[in-house]
């Protein structure tokens, strides 16, 4: 088994910048388990355009599959706090994830636009 190497606090704070991948890393911690990037998409959908996946636009998906997939899961994968399966488009939680638990959750905490348990959402 790889030990992660901790991460720095200065480095969680800035993979949290954004509202999209605060909303992943949130579903994560909370779901404790891999999740599909359709998962993901349609849970960003909720929470980010406060839209469900059966009323969005096909362009609103569009949009929220390819920055998943080009932006947020490549730049959390590099921070160590998930791994990324393009290929598969399956994402799972690392080890690194859970032992930055208590951090992420006073930074996701902190955000008033997220719910408090996070859900997937169809």
Do not use: W
Not at 36 to 44: A, E, G
Request: aromatic share 4%; proline share 6%.
């Amino acid at each position: 088994m790889v030990t992660e190497e901790p991460i720095d606090f200065n480095s969680v704070l800035s993979l949290c910048q954004n509202q999209t991948r605060r909303i992943v890393l949130a579903v994560l911690t909370e779901e404790h388990r891999s999740l599909t990037l359709n998962d993901l998409t349609k849970t960003v959908l909720t929470y980010n355009h406060q839209t469900s996946s059966t009323e969005a636009s096909e362009d609103a998906m569009t949009k929220v599959r390819l920055s998943l997939h080009h932006v947020h899961l490549p730049k959390l994968a590099s921070g160590g706090l998930i791994t990324y399966d393009p290929e598969r488009q399956f994402v799972e939680p690392t080890e690194l994830l859970d032992q930055m638990q208590p951090t992420l959750s006073t930074i996701l905490g902190a955000d008033p636009s997220l719910d408090a348990p996070m859900e997937l959402h169809d």
